[in-house]
């Protein structure tokens, strides 16, 4: 990878599975009491990174 270059972050990198809408239902619904392994199975993606969506980790520029 070029100095300087990074990859695109949320929605604009090619490999994205989520989408800004979806991020904010992912929080509501852990919000409503849903664990983190059933938002896992919801949207597709590793229960880690969706603990880390809840707790502002990733997709922090995303307000609610």
Known sequence: MPIGRRFKAGEHNIAVILTPELVRRLRQL??????YTQLSDEFGIDRKHAWRICHGLVWSWLND
């Open 30 to 35: 852990r919000g409503e009491g849903w664990t």
